[in-house]
C-alpha cells in the first residue's frame, strides 16, 4: 500500500506546476512522498528496535524509482534509501539529522508511543542506517570482480548510493546492529540469501565463497571507513569535533586485521 502510495504521489502534478509554486500556503510537490517515506523509515525502524528482521527484510528490498520534479528516468532506488530530492530542505531543517527530524516532523505525533522515547528510536534508527551503509559498501565499494559481475547481472538497475545519517551520534548507538551484522557475515553461505540485504542474494556472494579470516578482513574495513567518513564528515562539513568512540571487543579486533591487511601490501 505504501508502495503503491509513492508510485501515486509521482503524478501530483498540478502542485509541480509554476502557478501552484508561486502561491503561499500551498502543499510542495514532494511533501505526500515526503509523508509517505517517513511512513516506510518508521516501520523500518520499529522492526530494527523490536528486533524483527522477518518484517524488516520486505522493506529492504523494497525499490522505486526516485521522485523528481521534472520526471526524468532514474535507476530504481531501495525505497528506505533517499528517494527524494536533495535540495528539499534548505533552511537548516536537516543539521542535527534525517532521523532526529523525521522524529519531529511526524513520528513523535504520530507513532511515538510505539518506541516508548526518543532515545531508544534514535538508538534504532542509527543501527538502520548502519545496515543500510553496509549494503550500500557492498554495492558500490568492494572492489572484486565477482562481486561486480553478479550486482551488473543481478541489480544493474538498482543504485545503492546513500549517504549515512550517522554523524549526529556516536557510533557506539550502530553497535548492536554492528555485532549482528557480523554474525550474519559469518554464517553466510553460497546458497541462502539474508533478511539483511537490500539485493538477495548480495551478502552470500559477498561471502559465501570467504574463509572467516577473509570475512572479518572485509567487515573490519567496512567498519573502519565509516569512523573515518563520519569523523570526516563533522570536522569538514558540521566543523564539529569526532566523537570520541572507537570499535571495541570483536568489532575493534576486526578493524586491527583490516589494517594490519592494508600495512602487508606492496
Request: glycine content about 6%.
Amino acid at each position: 500500500m505504501l508502495t503503491e502510495a509513492f508510485e501515486e504521489s509521482r503524478d501530483l502534478r498540478r502542485l509541480k506546476s509554476e502557478y501552484y509554486g508561486q502561491l503561499t500556503g500551498t502543499l510542495q510537490w514532494w511533501r505526500p512522498a515526503f509523508e509517505i517515506f517517513i511512513a516506510f523509515r518508521c516501520v523500518a525502524i520499529y522492526a530494527v528496535m523490536r528486533d524483527r528482521p522477518r518484517f524488516l527484510a520486505p522493506f529492504l528490498q523494497c525499490r522505486i524509482v526516485p521522485i523528481r520534479i521534472d520526471h526524468s528516468a532514474s535507476d530504481k532506488a531501495p525505497i528506505l534509501l533517499w528517494p527524494l530530492p536533495s535540495n528539499m530542505f534548505t533552511g537548516g531543517e536537516l543539521m542535527q539529522g534525517r532521523s532526529a527530524f523525521f522524529w519531529k516532523e511526524r513520528i513523535s505525533a504520530s507513532w511515538g508511543a510505539y518506541f516508548g522515547t526518543y532515545e531508544k528510536y534514535i538508538a534504532a534508527a542509527c543501527q538502520l542506517e548502519l545496515l543500510l551503509e553496509f549494503n550500500s559498501y557492498l554495492g558500490n565499494s568492494v572492489n572484486e570482480s565477482e562481486l561486480k559481475k553478479w550486482l551488473d547481472a543481478n541489480a544493474g538497475d538498482l543504485n545503492f548510493y546513500y549517504v549515512p545519517d550517522l554523524f549526529s551520534n556516536s557510533l557506539e548507538l550502530t553497535v548492536p546492529m554492528a555485532e549482528r551484522c557480523y554474525d550474519v557475515v559469518a554464517a553466510q553461505d553460497k546458497s541462502s540469501p539474508s533478511q539483511y540485504e537490500i539485493a538477495p542474494f548480495l551478502f552470500a556472494v559477498a561471502f559465501g565463497s570467504k574463509n572467516l579470516d577473509q570475512r572479518q578482513i572485509i567487515y573490519g574495513g567496512f567498519l573502519d571507513k565509516t569512523k573515518a567518513w563520519q569523523s570526516q564528515t563533522m570536522m569538514q562539513q558540521f566543523q564539529r569535533f569526532p566523537f570520541m568512540f572507537t570499535w571495541q571487543g570483536r568489532l575493534g579486533s576486526f578493524v586491527k586485521k583490516y589494517r594490519d591487511q592494508l600495512q602487508k601490501k606492496p
